[in-house]
């Protein structure tokens, strides 16, 4: 049963806070306390909602972030992917080659392949956690299109075969609004959209590819109860923040790419803005000090702004040692108290 969390209002709370509650991208890292492997976790909806409990359970963040698994949606589709017990999925090759296949994809139902046990997750989660809100995770448009046309191909597609890439584009964004509203249904309180590739682009050529189809997923499932947090962590990010704000999201949440006291500078001060302890270098592979000297820097040059709020930089690995995501909490708390 959908909690009745009026998102918008929830939005605004956290803005006010004076200490404010961490939202990191904290959910593979869950396979530790269930002691099973990545695999096992992506195949089984009732672990996932387990493994979320338990991550809420064991830290204060201001609200629960289902899996970041970007390969569900390709694999949806078609593409194969790559599983391996101790790290995210990956999609192997490339899918589409041509106009002709681009116009022959069809649109998959949401229940393919694994999407209906992802949305079965949230809703066994919504059951679980009731003390904050659930945001699901989704792959975004052009970063989908890039995993069925290929991620480096596609950068070159953009020029040499844009009707192609936007033909991909319009069937992901068709796949995307019916996912979100499927979680929507299922009792997620939002999305955490991730769109990386895009971050890669030019300006201009995300102003073409990204944005819109963003915005039209924003337009049909973005209300008072349900919010979109957009994600990048591409390097070009601070070029196209004008763009990016055209999508209309809710909240903003930004890679350890970009220097996140630059990033507040250029954010609008009534949307939510999240980042962006280095979750590789700094979570995983860091230690405990580190850890907490990092977030507290980042803490200590952004949280000046009131629409601050710490996170990771992108989703935080499977393997994390959960003494480092302490220490990330732990440093929130020092910070404000």
């Not at 392949?113 to 659930?134: C, K, N």
């Not at 990092?294 to 989703?315: A, L, P």
Request: hydrophobic residues 45%; contains cysteine; glycine residues 6%.
């Amino acid at each position: 049963m959908k909690k009745n969390i009026n998102m918008k209002a929830w939005l605004e709370e956290q803005k006010r806070a004076g200490a404010k509650k961490a939202l990191p991208i904290l959910s593979f890292p869950c396979v530790s306390l269930l002691n099973i492997p990545v695999s096992e976790l992506i195949s089984d909806s009732e672990k996932q909602a387990k493994g979320m409990k338990l991550v809420a359970d064991a830290v204060k963040s201001a609200a629960a972030v289902s899996l970041m698994d970007l390969s569900v949606e390709a694999e949806c589709f078609g593409a194969t992917i790559c599983v391996s017990d101790d790290e995210v999925p990956t999609v192997k090759g490339r899918l589409i080659n041509d106009m002709d296949e681009a116009e022959a994809l069809e649109v998959p139902a949401v229940g393919t392949a694994r999407s209906g046990l992802y949305v079965d997750a949230i809703r066994r989660a919504a059951e679980l956690i009731t003390d904050r809100p659930i945001f699901a995770g989704t792959i975004g448009p052009f970063s989908l299109a890039a995993r069925l046309l290929d991620v480096s191909e596609i950068m070159m597609d953009c020029y040499d075969d844009p009707d192609m890439v936007h033909c991909v584009l319009e069937k992901a964004t068709e796949f995307l609004i019916a996912y979100s509203k499927a979680y929507k249904e299922a009792g997620a309180n939002g999305i955490m959209m991730a769109e990386p590739v895009a971050g890669l682009l030019s300006p201009a050529l995300e102003e073409e590819f990204s944005s819109p189809y963003v915005k039209k997923i924003v337009d049909a499932v973005q209300d008072d109860d349900f919010v979109i947090c957009y994600h990048n962590c591409g390097d070009n990010v601070p070029l196209m923040v004008e763009s990016i704000l055209k999508t209309g999201a809710a909240a903003y949440h930004f890679g350890n790419a970009v220097d996140m006291k630059s990033m507040m500078e250029k954010m609008p001060s009534n949307v939510l803005v999240m980042g962006n302890v280095d979750p590789a270098g700094v979570l995983r592979m860091g230690t405990p000090e580190l850890v907490k000297s990092e977030t507290k820097r980042i803490m200590s040059d952004c949280c000046s702004y009131e629409n601050f709020v710490i996170s990771s930089g992108c989703d935080i690995p499977p393997m994390t040692p959960w003494e480092n995501i302490k220490a990330f909490f732990e440093a929130v708390d020092e910070f404000y108290g």
